[in-house]
């Protein structure tokens, strides 16, 4: 796994509410939640680099049908 970078974010108190509602609708947690949402903006902006490798990409694309499994 990739380190994590720690850092303070500031947040309006209900921007802040609106999240924390969202990840338990999500069943996350606020941190996850925040981290989700961010790399799928960058993901579809395409500012998020992609790893040469489908196999190690942790952030498949929704649309990607998943590798077929031989039959």
Do not use: H, V
Not at 17 to 30: G, N
């Amino acid at each position: 796994m990739a380190a994590k970078k720690p850092f303070l974010l500031r947040l309006d108190a209900g921007t802040f509410a609106a999240l924390e509602r969202w990840a338990a609708d999500e069943l996350r947690s606020l941190n996850a939640q925040i981290e989700y949402l961010l790399r799928n903006d960058l993901r579809e902006s395409g500012r998020l680099p992609r790893p040469a490798d489908p196999a190690t990409n942790p952030l498949p694309d929704p649309g990607e049908n998943p590798p077929e499994t031989g039959s």
